[in-house]
């Protein structure tokens, strides 16, 4: 069964620790993106990879990191820096085509408590 | 960068009736445009896409259409049903070489009332 599974679909952490969300796919898509959401908001851009080994800031990169070494695979960790973490997190996968469909994970709900 | 706004930014409708949510775009060399339909804690999910060499497209109650002049998309929901309710997210894609870049709209939330 194809699709992108997001991991854990609920997180707790306190403040000042580091966390990272998972996030894997296996529809043999080169690019992977992660999105935040706000309650009520729209879906604001973290990180991006449209490779293996290469990735790239998107609107509200600070206080987030990613690493993209395997194809399946693009985890995004959540550091203490980030002065506000409490958000639902969608990862997407899609196509390198130029009009290929935004396929996203369940989502992982974080609260920092 | 790209820039797309979205409205209104809520719509309640009584079931049967039409629905039409707005969306434009600042960025002329986008070539993408799709609807996403979010229901509540759940994953955005496809409903309707369009490419910008078209004008209109349709999927049963389900349309979309595109002026690329006036650089706006709209989504058309006909005889609308309670399970229509959700938030309804546009976004416009520029792709090239390289991959996507994909600017979502802030979302519309539609209420079907019975």
């Known amino acids: 069964d194809g699709g992108i599974t997001q991991s854990p679909k609920y997180l707790f952490r306190k403040e000042g620790q580091n966390v990272t969300l998972s996030c894997e796919q296996n529809?043999?898509?080169?690019?992977m993106y992660w999105y935040r959401q706000d309650p009520g908001q729209g879906l604001r851009l973290i990180y991006y990879?449209?490779?293996?080994?290469?990735?790239q800031k998107g609107d509200i990169a600070e206080g987030y990191s990613v690493s993209r070494e395997k194809k399946e695979s693009f985890p995004l960790t959540v550091t203490s820096a980030q002065k506000n973490p409490t958000a639902f997190y969608l990862c997407?996968?899609?196509?390198?085509?130029?009009?290929?469909?935004?396929?996203f994970g369940e989502g992982s709900r974080l609260t920092v408590l | 960068g790209e820039n797309v706004e979205q409205h209104p930014s809520t719509l309640s409708v009584q079931e049967g009736d039409s629905a039409v949510i707005k969306c434009t775009y600042s960025?002329?060399?986008?070539?993408?445009f799709p609807w996403y339909k979010q229901e509540l804690g759940k994953r955005p999910q496809l409903i309707i896409d369009?490419?910008?060499?078209?004008g209109e497209k349709k999927d049963q109650r389900i349309a979309v259409t595109l002026n690329k002049t006036a650089k706006h998309f709209s989504l058309h929901i006909t005889e609308t049903q309670p399970e229509d309710s959700a938030v309804y997210f546009c976004a416009a894609s520029k792709g090239d070489n390289y991959g996507q870049n994909f600017v979502f709209g802030p979302g519309t939330r539609l209420s079907v009332l019975p």
């Open positions: 529809l043999n898509h080169d690019a």
């Open positions: 990879s449209q490779i293996v080994n290469d990735f």
């Open positions: 997407a996968s899609t196509t390198r085509e130029i009009t290929g469909e935004l396929f």
């Open positions: 369009i490419r910008s060499n078209v």
């Open positions: 960025d002329s060399a986008s070539n993408y």
